[in-house]
């Protein structure tokens, strides 16, 4: 065999042996940003979403703020977290949403792939929603918690559950994120019958107290950490949430197929009106924050 044929051999087998690899892998990156639970629903799901759509492997990295071990432990333990220290972004493109996160990115067509912001958009997940109740799927001891201390809860047949955010507890009183009035919620009661027990969850319960309508019956749930607070609202039978992250997704999550879901009509000022689904039932009223100039006058207006 000349030179020249063995060399053609060589190429031919190589060809042959290169053929043969598996396609490069489909990998997707995310960084958890540093904020609350219901954010963390939102990057988790659109991350998830996306891989279903088409990519094979993901890598989820998370910051060491807020309650993440809680999280971890409660909310996404499903769920594998990549170690920092794996964590190789090169060569990849980057989709981010952190100026517009309520807007819908298309999700460009390339082999790796880094998510950057909150995704706060149903187009990301929605279509996998069946997935989605399996992998934030509720912690069993959390659930034997709820079911031996609130056994009414699930045997009382017209219930509601409520959520109340006070975001100016949070933020202070001029800030873009409004908080939900006597009037919103009077309304959203309407909807139900007069027979209707009506349970309230909420991270400030004694303001809660104190704007909630007093003509109906009413249970304030206390003193309990937040991922009890949540796992209430997600099996209620019917739910009324404020704007937020927290309640949006106890109701997104909510399995019951009957179910009646009140949301108000605002979001945030600069968000009027953001990503719920059609079915849920919008109320139109006024903020605090647009209807008395300070927190004391909105308290005092409550007698």
């Not at 950057?116 to 109740?133: I, P, S, T």
Request: net charge neutral; aromatic share 18%; glycine share 2%.
């Amino acid at each position: 065999m000349n030179f020249a044929k063995f060399l053609f051999f060589l190429l031919c087998i190589s060809y042959g042996l290169e053929s043969k690899k598996p396609p490069p892998k489909k990998v997707l990156e995310i960084c958890m940003p540093p904020s609350q639970l219901g954010n963390w629903f939102f990057s988790i799901a659109a991350a998830h979403g996306i891989l279903w759509d088409g990519f094979d492997t993901i890598n989820l990295f998370h910051t060491n703020l807020f309650h993440h071990e809680e999280y971890k432990k409660h909310f996404f333990h499903k769920i594998r977290f990549t170690p920092s220290s794996e964590r190789v972004w090169r060569k990849s493109v980057v989709l981010d949403t952190s100026v517009n996160p309520h807007d819908y990115v298309p999700v460009p067509s390339v082999d790796r792939l880094v998510l950057a912001g909150y995704f706060q958009n149903l187009n990301y997940f929605d279509h996998h929603k069946d997935r989605l109740l399996e992998l934030f799927s509720p912690l069993k001891e959390d659930m034997d918690y709820i079911q031996t201390k609130y056994p009414w809860f699930f045997e009382t047949q017209e219930l509601c559950c409520i959520h109340f955010r006070n975001n100016i507890q949070e933020v202070g009183f001029k800030t873009i994120f409004f908080t939900p009035d006597t009037e919103y919620f009077e309304k959203a009661m309407a909807y139900f019958p007069q027979n209707t027990l009506f349970v309230v969850i909420s991270d400030t319960i004694e303001i809660a107290k104190q704007i909630m309508p007093r003509t109906k019956k009413i249970v304030f749930i206390e003193k309990e950490p937040f991922w009890i607070d949540f796992n209430l609202l997600r099996f209620a039978k019917n739910l009324i949430i404020s704007n937020s992250t927290f309640s949006w997704w106890a109701a997104y999550l909510n399995p019951h197929q009957d179910k009646i879901i009140i949301r108000p009509n605002f979001w945030l000022e600069t968000h009027k009106d953001i990503f719920c689904p059609k079915e849920w039932i919008k109320v139109y009223s006024t903020p605090v924050n647009l209807r008395y100039k300070t927190v004391e006058e909105w308290l005092s207006s409550k007698g």
